[in-house]
């Protein structure tokens, strides 16, 4: 999985639809292996980020949990710190 793909479920507030787009472009970067597609298939790419997205935002919309909402602030302060002891020197 694309590390800069997170995980967008179980946050107070919910999830963006700006974060829901990147994580969608971010997939289809990684599943067509073209960062920047050529003029030729710019339409298609365009379309499979559109499809992607609302099929994510479809997903979060669905998806139910009995655990308390996440706060953003505290889980990227989790992600700092398992990023810095992976990458202590």
């Known amino acids: 999985m694309c590390r800069n793909i997170k995980v967008l479920h179980n946050f107070a507030p919910p999830a963006t639809h700006d974060e829901v787009a990147a994580a969608a472009l971010q997939y289809v970067r990684k599943i067509s292996g073209a960062t920047a597609p050529s003029a030729a298939n710019q339409a ?33 302060a989790k992600a700092r710190a398992r990023s810095e002891a992976r990458f202590a020197r």
Request: cysteine-free.
């Open 44 to 76: 298609v790419f365009d379309q499979a980020v559109a499809e992607v997205a609302a099929a994510t935002q479809r997903l979060l919309d669905g998806l139910t949990t009995s655990a308390a909402p996440k706060n953003r602030d505290v889980e990227a």
